[in-house]
Each structure stands twice: as structure tokens, then as C-alpha cells.
């Protein structure tokens, strides 16, 4: 099936880095979307993506979808302690279902 | 952002129980989803409901798992009979409303611990 994978697995960072984290698929995809989650909650959602080459940004994060469609990448600019939380990835092909990485654990040192 | 609420939040039951899980989701959408994450690993896709029919199951939705819409607004997952391996915190989804797919929104979950 779909498969996704999501680099790096966790990141130790300082406050005010920047932060890079991607997904990669043998399959082709036709919307990538970008979650947060925290401890005991729900994915909240980040950013969508629609086109290939889409390059969207909402606030400090950015976010592209890869010309091939089949890659898709996340930054986030000066880091601050409430970006700590799991990032995921999720890419829709042709089915409803969202296909989702393993996560990007981001910790932030103040 | 739209809002999906789940009930309850966390939900204890012996191995053998049925439990039904609730979605309100958000307003006026036919689209619904159920996905479940286990303890530390990813997101898995279970189901998709639109206009009162399964549209897409994955192969964990299997016979002892089922979905309905019972009144009109109210989501349910039903698990016939738990396993120890169906712990785990499960998520309902709707995309923005006006939108068939794409910006699935998550509601807060519900923790289901079977012992």
C-alpha cells in the first residue's frame, strides 16, 4: 500500500532556529496536508496543499509540494517553545483516505 | 477552525465489550471519517462515510467494526467485540464544510483502553 516516509524522526532544537522536516512517497499524491499534534489530542491542521510546486505559508510555517508529487516539505522560522508537538505529514491520492507519516517530534530549548 | 467533538474522551472496557464511540461533526458535512493511532505510532486511516454509506474501508475495518449515522447528526463507530490491540485513541474527521475532500479536521479523540 501507500506508504510515507517522514524525516527526521525528532529534533532537538534551540529556540529561534529554523526547522526543516519531509515526507517521501513512491506514490504520487494529489494533496499534501501538514499536521501538529500535542500530547492527547487531535491532529490539528497546518497547512494544504493542492497543486505540485505549491509553495503555501501560514505565519512561520512554510510548506511545498514537490513537483513530482511525491515529496513534500515543512519549515518552520524562529522556533518558539509552543511549536513542541508532533508534526505529521499526510498525503490524499485518488481515495478519501489520508496516508500518514510517523511523525517529526520537535523539541524546542528555550 | 470547524469544530468535531468526540464523546466520551477516554473509555475503559473489558476485552469482549462492545463500545460505541460518537462523532458530531462538523455542520451540514456528508462526509465523515474514522481513524485510529496507536500508542506512539502514526495515524491509520479505518473508514470513510458519506451520504449514509461506507464509501472506503481499510483492512483494519474489519467484521467487528461497523459505522451509522443513527439520527441525523451523531456519528457512531461500533466495536462488536474488543481486542487488547484495539486500545488506542481514535479520531473522527470532516472535511471543511463546501468541500467534498482534502483538509480532513480532526476532532479531540476518544482513548479507548481495553483490559
Known amino acids: 500500500g501507500q506508504q510515507l516516509n517522514q524525516s527526521p524522526q525528532s529534533m532537538f532544537i534551540q529556540e529561534g532556529e529554523d526547522v526543516s522536516m519531509n515526507c517521501t512517497s513512491s506514490?504520487?499524491?494529489?494533496?499534501w496536508l501538514w499536521y501538529k499534534q500535542e500530547p492527547g489530542e487531535g491532529p490539528v491542521l497546518l497547512i494544504a496543499?493542492?497543486?505540485?510546486?505549491e509553495l503555501t505559508s501560514n505565519g512561520r510555517l512554510t510548506a511545498q509540494f514537490g513537483i513530482t508529487r511525491k515529496d513534500s516539505f515543512l519549515n518552520i522560522s524562529a522556533s518558539i517553545p509552543s511549536d513542541v508537538g508532533i508534526y505529521f505529514c499526510?498525503?490524499?491520492?485518488?481515495?478519501?483516505?489520508?496516508?500518514f507519516g510517523k511523525g517529526t517530534k520537535l523539541t524546542v530549548n528555550p | 477552525e470547524p469544530e468535531v467533538t468526540q464523546t466520551p474522551s477516554h473509555q475503559v472496557t473489558q476485552m469482549g465489550q462492545e463500545v460505541i464511540l460518537r462523532c458530531v461533526p462538523i455542520?451540514?458535512?456528508?462526509?465523515f471519517y474514522w481513524y485510529r493511532q496507536i500508542l506512539g505510532q502514526k495515524v491509520e486511516f479505518l473508514v470513510s462515510?458519506?451520504?449514509?454509506?461506507?464509501?472506503?474501508k481499510s483492512e483494519i475495518f474489519d467484521d467487528q467494526f461497523s459505522v451509522e449515522r443513527p439520527d441525523g447528526s451523531n456519528f457512531t463507530l461500533k466495536i462488536r467485540s474488543t481486542k487488547l490491540e484495539d486500545s488506542a485513541m481514535y479520531f473522527c474527521?470532516?472535511?471543511?464544510?463546501?468541500?467534498?475532500?482534502?483538509?480532513?479536521?480532526f476532532g479531540q479523540g476518544t482513548r479507548l483502553t481495553v483490559v
Open positions: 499526510a498525503g490524499q491520492g485518488g481515495s478519501e483516505k489520508l496516508v
Open positions: 506514490s504520487i499524491f494529489n494533496t
Open positions: 496543499l493542492y497543486k505540485a510546486g
Open positions: 455542520s451540514n458535512h456528508l462526509y
Open positions: 462515510f458519506y451520504n449514509n454509506e461506507i464509501s472506503e
Open positions: 474527521a470532516s472535511p471543511r464544510a463546501g468541500t467534498l475532500r482534502g483538509e480532513a479536521f
